[in-house]
């Protein structure tokens, strides 16, 4: 039958697409439901990839205006383009969402355009068409969290996605949440001129993060033109002629300010997207969260019924929902397949980038676990004095008994890059010995990881 599959993929972004495709590489026939106009969810139309399009460009206008002339390269002062900048993030849009296109292809994956829900185990309906699944996987992905009160326009109070669409650089741009995506986006349009101020709740940004990696960065963000504001929460945002009046409140209570915002930015976290799929029908459980429950092996209570990605507990990255979807399509295929979700790297994409894998010093002394930790700073790095990018460190946590790594944190450029050295040697259950005695190619940023490793036991040759 032309409407039978082995496997039915309610979404198409980084989770859903990657288990069509290794599904249909194992042999089962597949389709995919996407309601977007183009494949690649979130991640790929109005996530990952046009911010990091953003970042980069923006990058090299400020390097370009701030850092040529010290390098005896002597142009012009930079004049920002802001239209061809935003065609530039669409060209990496565009090319990113037909390579999914043509895998999808290559590997004969049916994708059926519009909303999908489940009928009954089994059944997925797409407008008047209903699909027969031996197995449906649910990878919806996630929405923007919403602040009661404050109500987004894409205009002047943006989301992500709006915030990737301005016409024009704001004066001031107040963010709300000092997260990931918050501190990405505030500086692409801190480089392009904005003054940025960011209201986070917590006492500090990127909770969850490794207290001495936040402390640090902090300090860098604010000689970047950052202001913060935290243990504050934003209570009302006003429209006037003259621009937006923003509300502040201390979190643990106090007296309001008043600031005054040309764009707020509301970035305080994403909720899983399980809305029109019809779960209450077919009785698959939910969390107080609005995740859907699910077993070691991506399975929700009703058989036959699957998800992955941002609609399940743990962290929401692209990356995590990508390893999930390849594993439960090995599964579903015969053969073997899990997550190691102690070796999950997270990213904020900033300059100087941030990276962590692993536990922090709080997680581990929460947990009561002895370690040892070694640290280097870029500024004793060769490659980094080189290029005066000496901002930051890396930093490695070895259990004190046995010296396997538990986890690693770097600021630093190209930290996104360099964290995947310690993901591999987390992986393969590495002690920081082992890094210390790995051949590493002079002069690079990697050496630092190297003498953090010989940090650990108090042994670091350039320091």
């Known amino acids: 039958m032309a409407d039978a599959f082995d496997l039915v993929v309610i979404g198409a972004g980084p989770g859903g697409y990657e288990c069509a495709i290794k599904a249909a590489q194992l042999g089962l026939k597949v389709a995919v439901v996407e309601k977007r106009d183009r494949l690649g969810g979130t991640c790929l139309n109005v996530g990952c990839i046009p911010s990091k399009a953003m970042l980069h460009a923006s990058e090299l206008f400020h390097e370009a205006g701030e850092s040529f002339e010290g390098m005896g390269i002597e142009v012009p002062k930079p004049k920002l383009n802001l239209r061809q900048m935003l065609a530039f993030k669409d060209e990496a849009i565009d090319g990113n969402t037909k390579g999914i296109e ?32 031996k197995n449906i996987v649910i990878a919806t992905g996630s929405d923007v969290a919403r602040l009661p009160g404050v109500e987004i326009d894409e205009k002047t109070v943006v989301s992500s996605t709006g915030a990737l669409e301005l016409d024009k650089v704001p004066g001031k741009l107040l963010v709300i949440g000092g997260g990931v995506i918050g501190l990405e986006l505030g500086s692409v349009w801190g480089r392009l001129g904005a003054e940025v101020t960011v209201v986070e709740y917590l006492d500090n940004i990127l909770p969850g993060m490794d207290g001495e990696v936040v402390k640090n960065f902090t300090r860098i963000l604010k000689k970047q033109g950052f ?24 979190a643990k209570g106090g007296d309001a300010e008043v600031l005054d915002a040309d764009v707020v930015l509301v970035s305080i976290g994403r909720v899983a997207y399980t809305g029109g799929l019809g779960l209450d029908k077919v009785g698959v459980k939910t969390d107080k969260r609005g995740r859907i429950e699910v077993d070691a092996s991506f399975k929700t209570n009703v ?161």
């Open 303 to 463: 058989d036959g019924i699957y998800a992955v990605g941002d609609v399940i507990a743990g962290p929401m990255l692209a990356h995590k929902a990508m390893e999930e979807g390849v594993a439960l399509a090995e599964q579903l295929a015969g053969h073997y397949g899990a997550v190691n979700y102690d070796v999950i790297p997270g990213v904020v994409y900033t300059s100087p980038e941030v990276a962590s894998v692993g536990r922090t010093e709080e997680q581990l002394k929460e947990a009561g676990i002895e370690y040892n930790a070694g640290k280097f700073p870029f500024t004793a790095n060769g490659r980094a004095k080189a290029n005066k990018t000496t901002d930051g460190f890396v930093k490695i946590l070895a259990d004190k008994k046995t010296d396997r790594i538990l986890g690693v944190h770097i600021i630093g450029v190209g930290a996104g890059e360099l964290i995947a050295q310690a993901v591999v040697a987390m992986e393969f259950s590495s002690s920081s010995e082992d890094i210390a005695r790995m051949c590493i190619a002079h002069p690079t940023m990697s050496e630092a990881v190297k003498e953090a490793a010989l940090s650990v036991t108090g042994l670091p040759i350039h320091m």
């Open 102 to 133: 043509f895998l999808f292809k290559k590997n004969k994956i049916e994708w059926v355009k519009g909303e999908g829900s489940i009928a009954a185990p089994g059944k997925v309906k797409v407008g008047g068409r209903t699909l027969e699944a």
């Open 227 to 250: 202001s913060f504001k935290l243990g504050a929460k934003v209570t009302k945002v006003e429209k006037q002629k003259s621009g937006l009046k923003v509300t502040v409140e201390p």
